[in-house]
Every structure is written in C-alpha cells, then in structure tokens.
C-alpha cells in the first residue's frame, strides 16, 4: 500500500497517482465502496482509427469453415 497527499488545487482536492497506478486512458471512472474512492479505466466505445483495415488474412490456408445449411426464411 502507498501512501500519497492530497493536495489543493483551484479545481479542488486532487492526488498525484504514483508512476505504477497512472493510467494510459484518457479518462476513469470513479467510484465509491464504502470509504474507499475506486478509479477505473473507461473501456473505449469505438475501435481505434484504422483497426479493421489493418487486419488481414493473407495466408493462403485460412479457410472459412463449414457454415452449415441456412434455414429457409419464416413467411410472415
């Protein structure tokens, strides 16, 4: 367990997270579980830029695997 000041800021009471508790994320999420105050990382909600045009199945013995039969579509 660390143990860390809380110091005074314009914006009000803040912390210094010691190097091994920062967080890459831009943003937490903050909580309270009795007395102790939790941060946690967002999860992202979109995929980064580029993501699915970077992924790529060149190797030529991927195959697609058996799908099976497709039902016939239900008459309304």
Partial sequence: MKIVEIVATPDGPAVV?????RFQERAVAI???????????????EWPPDFFSAI????????RPEQGNVPPIPSL
């Fill in 17 to 21: 997270l010691p190097e091994e508790f």
């Fill in 31 to 45: 909580r309270r579980d009795g007395s102790a105050v939790i941060l946690e990382p967002v999860k992202p909600t």
């Fill in 56 to 63: 790529r199945i060149d190797d030529p013995a991927f195959q």
